[in-house]
C-alpha cells in the first residue's frame, strides 16, 4: 500500500501562536489530499480537499483563514492552525488520493495538536 | 446530505468469539465503502472496500458485505483474537474516491 506521512506526530503550543503541519506521500503523486479533525472519541470530520496548485475547498464551518491548506506539489500539502486556541486541540489527519491509483485515500498517521 | 451510523458504538467479546460489526448510511448512491481500523493515538488502516457493484470482501477472517439498496453493511469478524482490539469505522464515498463521510465508529475489545 501507499505510504502517507505527517509531521510533526505530535506538537504542544502556547495559545495565540501558529503551527504548521505537514502532509507527505511518500511512494506516489497525490492529485487530491484532504485534512481531517477528530475529537476524542469521535469520528473524523472533514475538513478541507486540497488540489494541488488551486485553492482548497473547505467544508461548511470551517473558517478557511484560521486552517491555511497549501498543495504546493504532488506530494506535499500543509495545514497551519493560525493563532491557535485551547478550543483547536484535536487530532488531524490527512489522507492522499490518486487517480492514477485505487479507489481509496492512503491515511497518514495523524498528528496531536495540544494548544495550552 | 450523506449520514453513516455504526452500531453497536463499544463491543467487548471474549477471545474466540465471532462477531458482527454495523454501518448504515443514509444515502444509498455511494461509490464504494471502506471498513478502517483504528488503533488509539493513530491513523486509519484501510481493512477492506467494497465498490458499489460488488456484494462482498473478503480478507483473512474479516468478511464485509454491503446491500446498497437498504443502506448497509456489516464487517464479520470470525475467531476474535486480543489483537483484533481497536476502534472499526465505516466510511462512504459518494464520488470517486472523494470526500469519505464517516461512521462514529465501534470501539472493540477482545478479551484474553
Known amino acids: 500500500g501507499a505510504v502517507v506521512s505527517q509531521h510533526p506526530s505530535r506538537v504542544i503550543c502556547k495559545s495565540g501562536t501558529s503551527v504548521k503541519i505537514e502532509c507527505r506521500s511518500l511512494?506516489?503523486?497525490?492529485?487530491?489530499m484532504f485534512w481531517y479533525r477528530q475529537f476524542p472519541k469521535k469520528s473524523l470530520m472533514l475538513m478541507a480537499t486540497s488540489n494541488e496548485g488551486s485553492k482548497a475547498t473547505y467544508e461548511q464551518g470551517v473558517e478557511k483563514d484560521k486552517f491555511l491548506i497549501n498543495h504546493a506539489s504532488l506530494t506535499l500539502s500543509t495545514l497551519t492552525v493560525t493563532s491557535a486556541h485551547p478550543e483547536d486541540s484535536s487530532f488531524y489527519i490527512c489522507?492522499?488520493?490518486?487517480?492514477?491509483?485505487?479507489?481509496?485515500?492512503?491515511f497518514g498517521p495523524g498528528t496531536r495538536l495540544t494548544v495550552l | 446530505k450523506q449520514e453513516v451510523t455504526q452500531i453497536p458504538a463499544a463491543l467487548s467479546v471474549p477471545e474466540g468469539e465471532n462477531l458482527v460489526l454495523n454501518c448504515s448510511f443514509t444515502d444509498s448512491a455511494i461509490y464504494n465503502l471502506q471498513w478502517f481500523r483504528q488503533d488509539p493515538g493513530k491513523g486509519l488502516t484501510s481493512l477492506l472496500l467494497?465498490?458499489?457493484?460488488?456484494r462482498e470482501q473478503t480478507s483473512g477472517r474479516l468478511n464485509a458485505s454491503l446491500d446498497k439498496s437498504s443502506g448497509r453493511s456489516t464487517l464479520y469478524i470470525a475467531a476474535s483474537q486480543p489483537g483484533d482490539s481497536a476502534t472499526y469505522l465505516c466510511a462512504v464515498s459518494g464520488e470517486y474516491g472523494n470526500k469519505l463521510v464517516f461512521g462514529a465508529g465501534t470501539i472493540l475489545r477482545v478479551k484474553s
Open positions: 467494497i465498490q458499489s457493484s460488488q
Open positions: 489522507s492522499a488520493f490518486s487517480e492514477s491509483r485505487t479507489d481509496t485515500q492512503y
Open positions: 511512494d506516489f503523486q497525490a492529485t487530491t
